[in-house]
């Protein structure tokens, strides 16, 4: 297949293309400050005529205090980009087959009592006593799933992946630096540790990404995450027991929003209860290699080992 990926240069991004590049199909990325065998968004409408399928990964990174000009620019990134790539398929007289477009959990309410799936899930935004900063990002989900919604692409299928945290090894991503508090001995529980925590093995984000490409039955929102969240808490005590400590020294909440601030970044991230399910992956048979978190942060926990020199 020819596949082609805006926003394909970061750490998701980089992913697919080394897992669809092995296995012989020709990976088109689209950035606007392309790097080697990289193309520029001005080329993105020409990549895409006769192209298989589009996966828009485009958009700023969200690991930033939310100003106002982030605020706009994230937003912006995420609504432009997706408008670009339906004025480009629109444009095709070969268009694309399918166009899946990257979403995100955050969409879903914070809650405890219940799992978030495509099907009864509870759409963020009315909760009382939530952070001004957590509706911003509902906001954001909601204009970049419209914008898709909006698009006229009658050829092509649309699917919008509302993606958990995605757990990879490599260095600079959200496993690598939950990893290195545990290391540290500060990997205990996050505020009151009640809050469900969403992921996906990289593994299994890669065989999702292909099962939706493959499955023309499939069109909508689809929730990528692991069929079981759990809490913060638990998740914690389960990624020291990976390491081999037992002892993680716990964060309160100003404690977070202190070092928020430092790290020039928002506690969203950690505090908000994502308990999100994947129930149409689930329904169409798709089986996942690791669906649970005790097994998924041992495996990480090896890859991580093996990517790195160890002592002695």
Same mark, same amino acid.
């Given at each position: 297949?020819?596949? @082609?990926?805006?926003?394909?240069? !970061? ?15 020709? *990976?088109? #990325? ?49 609504? $432009? $980009?997706?408008?670009? *790539?339906? %004025? ?10 399918? +166009? ?9 309410? &914070? ?17 009382? %006593? @939530? ?9 954001? /989900? ?7 919604? $909006?698009? @006229?692409?009658? &050829?092509?299928?649309? #699917? ?32 009151? !540790? ?27 929102? *689809?929730?990528?995450?692991?069929? %079981?969240?759990?809490?913060? /808490? ?7 027991? /990976?390491?081999?400590?037992? #002892? ?8 977070? =929003? ?7 970044? =928002? ?15 689930? =329904?169409?048979?798709? =089986?996942?290699? &690791?669906?649970? +978190? ?6 990480? *926990?090896?890859? +991580? ?8």
């Amino acid at each position: 297949m020819k596949i @082609v990926i805006p926003g394909g240069s !970061g750490q998701v991004g980089t992913l697919l293309r080394r897992s669809f590049a092995a296995e012989g199909h020709d *990976v088109v #990325v689209i950035s606007r400050r392309p790097g080697r065998d990289e193309l520029h968004w001005d080329d993105l409408r020409r990549s895409l005529e006769g192209a298989d399928a589009v996966v828009n990964l485009a958009g700023r990174s969200v690991n930033c205090r939310y100003t106002a000009p982030n605020r706009q620019a994230i937003m912006e990134s995420r609504v $432009s $980009s997706t408008t670009a *790539v339906g %004025n480009a398929i629109a444009a095709c007289s070969d268009p694309p087959r399918v +166009w899946l477009q990257a979403s995100t959990a955050t969409i879903y309410a &914070h809650r405890y009592d219940a799992g978030n799936d495509e099907h009864t899930g509870i759409l963020g935004g009315g909760e009382p %006593n @939530v952070p001004d900063t957590w509706r911003f990002s509902i906001d954001v /989900a909601r204009a970049w799933e419209r914008e898709l919604d $909006s698009a @006229v692409t009658p &050829h092509t299928r649309k #699917v919008a992946m509302r993606s958990a945290m995605i757990m990879s090894p490599d260095p600079g991503g959200v496993f690598d630096v939950l990893l290195g508090l545990v290391r540290r001995g500060l990997g205990g529980r996050s505020g009151n !540790g009640r809050q469900y925590v969403s992921w996906l093995h990289h593994e299994d984000f890669v065989r999702a990404v292909r099962h939706l490409l493959e499955r023309d039955d499939i069109a909508g929102p *689809v929730n990528l995450a692991a069929p %079981n969240p759990l809490p913060n /808490a638990e998740f914690m005590r389960e990624l020291r027991d /990976a390491w081999g400590i037992r #002892v993680g020294l716990p964060a309160t909440r100003w404690m977070l =929003e202190a070092g928020a601030v430092f790290l020039r970044t =928002e506690t969203e991230l950690i505090l908000k209860s994502r308990r999100v399910v994947p129930a149409r992956l689930l =329904e169409s048979g798709f =089986e996942f290699a &690791h669906p649970t +978190w005790r097994e998924a942060a041992r495996n990480l *926990v090896e890859e +991580w080992k093996l990517r790195r020199p160890q002592p002695g």
